[in-house]
C-alpha cells in the first residue's frame, strides 16, 4: 500500500461519492475503483457497503479513516519539517567558546539574534580549551568557535573578527605605590615580575617583547577567571583582554594599561569554509555580515 492509497480513501471517505472524489483527485471513477478495491485486498477488509444511491462505510473504514488521516497529518509535518531542515529553520549547532570569548558579550548577541531568526534550531554551548577548539571544529564535533586571536588554523577553517580590544594589565593591589596605581605601566617595570599566563599567550609575550625581557611564566595557561584569582592570591600579574576591567570584580585584583601603542585583543568566530548543514551556514552568514566591534586602533594617550 503506498501513501497514494491512503489519499484516494480518504478522499472517497469525505465526499462519500465515487464521482466527486473521482473529481477532486483528478482521476476517473473506475480508477478510483480500483486503487479502493486494492486496498480492501491488503486489509483482507470490506471498506464500503455501495448501493446504486450511496456510499457508506463499514465499522473497519471508520477505523482505517481515523488512523489513515494521522498518518496524512504526519507525513505532512515531515514533508514540512525536511523543507525547513533545508533552508536551515530546524536542526542543532555545537558552539565552542573560551571564556574570555565570553566576557565580549560577542557570543551571547550571535546566539540571542540566531535563536530570534531560528527559534526551531538548538544551539548547544560549551566552554572548551582555546588550543583545541581548532581541532575540534575540523574533526565536525563543533560548528562554530568563539576564540581569541591569533592563533594557527587549519588550511579549510576561516574566522571572522568580532570584537577588537586591547590588552592590559591585571595585578594584585599594592604592586605599586599609591601614586602610580593609575598610571600606564611600562613593561620595563614589569620584567622582575612573575606572569600567571592566559591561554592567549600572544598579550604576555608581546609585553616581554616590548620590555625586551623573558617573562618569568609560573603556572600553565588557564582559563581567565582561574588567571585572575591567581592574581587575586598575590601570585603574579596577568596580561588580560581589557574587556575584563568592566566585567570582572575580583578583591584586591587591579587593572592597568600598558603605555604606547594598543597591543590588541581579537575575538572572532572560526568555522569550516565548506559547511554542509543549512543551519550552520545560516549562522555563518550571520557572522559574516556583523561588523567587528571596538575601537583599539586609537591610539593610546598612556605613553
Keep these: 500500500m503506498e501513501l497514494r492509497h491512503l489519499r484516494y480513501f480518504v478522499a472517497l471517505a469525505e465526499e462519500l461519492h465515487f464521482t466527486r472524489a473521482s473529481e477532486r483527485l483528478n482521476i476517473s471513477p473506475p480508477t478510483l475503483t480500483v486503487q479502493i478495491q486494492e486496498i480492501e485486498r491488503t486489509l483482507a477488509a470490506q471498506l464500503l ?3 446504486k444511491r450511496s456510499v457508506m462505510l463499514t465499522s473497519a473504514a471508520k477505523v482505517f479513516l481515523s488512523e489513515t488521516q494521522r498518518v496524512q497529518e504526519q507525513f505532512s509535518r515531515a514533508e514540512n519539517a525536511g523543507r525547513r531542515a533545508e533552508r536551515g529553520e530546524l536542526g542543532r549547532i555545537e558552539i565552542g567558546y573560551v571564556g574570555s570569548a565570553a566576557y565580549t558579550g560577542v557570543l551571547q548577541d550571535q546566539m540571542n539574534r540566531f535563536i530570534r531568526e531560528y527559534p526551531g534550531v538548538y544551539l548547544n554551548a560549551c566552554e572548551f580549551p582555546m588550543e583545541s577548539l581548532p581541532h575540534l571544529i575540523a574533526d565536525g564535533e563543533v560548528d ?14 576561516r574566522h571572522h573578527v568580532l570584537a577588537r580590544d586591547r590588552f592590559c594589565l591585571a595585578m594584585p ?7 602610580t596605581e593609575t598610571a600606564p605601566v611600562h613593561p620595563q617595570q614589569i620584567s622582575d615580575a612573575s606572569f600567571i599566563i592566559p591561554e592567549q599567550k600572544f598579550g604576555t609575550f608581546q609585553v616581554a617583547r616590548r620590555g625586551n625581557f623573558t617573562p618569568r611564566i609560573i603556572s600553565p595557561p588557564g582559563s581567565l577567571l582561574a588567571v585572575l584569582t591567581q592574581v587575586s592570591i598575590g601570585n603574579g600579574i596577568a596580561v588580560c583582554p581589557g574587556a575584563v576591567r568592566i566585567i570582572v570584580n575580583l578583591p584586591s585584583v587591579v587593572f592597568r594599561d600598558i603605555a604606547g601603542e594598543p597591543i590588541v585583543s581579537e575575538v572572532a568566530a572560526v568555522f569550516r569554509v565548506s559547511e554542509a548543514a543549512p543551519a550552520g551556514r545560516n549562522i555563518i552568514t550571520q557572522i559574516q555580515d556583523t561588523p567587528a566591534k571596538g575601537r583599539y586602533l586609537e591610539k593610546s594617550n598612556n605613553r
Design 144 to 157: 562554530v568557535g568563539f576564540v581569541h586571536l591569533p592563533m594557527t588554523l587549519p588550511p579549510f577553517l
Design 49 to 51: 457497503v455501495r448501493t
Design 173 to 179: 593591589a599594592g604592586t605599586f605605590d599609591a601614586a
